[in-house]
């Protein structure tokens, strides 16, 4: 019995031996850098809710009449992404711990048209108001991002990490709005609206996964999922008022947009020893 158990524990230690990562010798211990390409999948979360009041006569006469419009809609723009990175990791059998710094490059720009027709009647006379809402929201196409990456070796050769960090990106984003009336013919002409009139930097935290493997000596190829939410922006109150043959639209607009990116990439990483 003593003799199996040995038979079966010394070629078990054996092998424990040969799987363990060592510090100094491991590829993954010190500074690398490198590039990457994959696909960027952002996507925008709107909602809008607007109210157009349309009136007749003055004072006393004065008559009004309102009418909702809201929309909840989902913007999307596919994109190719290219990334170089630069990072230092440390290694503790079998633990990993790494910090990186990354530059993505991508081209990000959504529009979303809606339109919406209601009817109000001030004074009884019938009037069919149409919004046309036009909004754009556009990315700056290099993003920097900061990382944590704690991981775990499968083998020598290969490391399954997860990340953690934060991006930051500029962004700009303005809704065009256009009211027609029917009775009588008023119109509103289109009337951008800019957040703060300049382009606004959000930060966004970053999640993700990936998978580095050993090629050669010093060379490394990764596969690389991140989910990046960025903090939502609010466009202010918009108002817009014209006035034709005695009858006054105002229109009272707001919007919010949540933007996010899914990305998933391929790189080659070099590491210095």
């Known amino acids: 019995m003593k ?13 424990a031996a040969t799987t363990t990562v060592n510090a100094n010798e491991c590829i993954f211990n010190g500074f690398y850098a490198g590039a990457g ?9 709107e909602f809008t809710n607007t109210t157009a009041t349309v009136s007749t006569g003055t004072g006393v006469g004065a008559t009004s009449a309102s ?3 809201s929309s909840n809609r989902s913007l999307r723009k596919n994109s190719v992404m290219g990334s170089l990175y630069l990072g230092y990791g440390s290694v503790w059998d079998p633990v990993y711990l790494g910090l990186e710094a990354s530059l993505k490059f991508s081209h ?5 048209n809606d339109t919406a027709q209601g009817v109000v009647a001030p004074a009884g006379v ?8 036009t909004t754009q929201t556009k990315f700056r196409p290099v993003e ?33 709005t256009n009211v027609t009336t029917t009775t009588p013919s008023l119109a509103i002409a289109p009337q951008n609206q800019t957040l703060v009139q300049h382009a606004r930097k959000r930060a966004g935290l970053r999640l993700g996964l990936g998978l580095e493997q050993e090629i050669c000596e010093n060379w490394v190829v990764r596969g690389d999922y991140v989910y990046t939410h960025f903090r939502k922006l609010n466009l202010h109150p918009n108002t817009l008022t014209a006035t034709a043959a005695g009858v006054t639209a105002t229109i009272n607009s707001i919007s919010r947009i949540k933007p996010v990116n899914h990305a998933v990439m391929l790189g080659i990483t070099y590491y210095w020893k």
């Open 3 to 15: 003799k199996y158990s040995k038979r079966v524990l010394i070629p078990a230690i054996l092998l």
């Open 37 to 45: 390409v994959g696909g960027s999948f952002l996507s925008a979360h």
């Open 67 to 69: 009418v909702p419009f």
């Open 108 to 112: 990000g720009k959504m529009r979303n």
């Open 126 to 133: 019938t009037t069919t108001v149409t919004l046309t809402k």
């Open 144 to 176: 920097f991002a900061l990382d944590i990456r704690p991981g775990v070796f499968i083998t020598k050769g290969t490391l399954l990490y997860a990340r953690v960090g934060a991006a930051w990106n500029r962004f700009r984003a303005f809704t065009s």
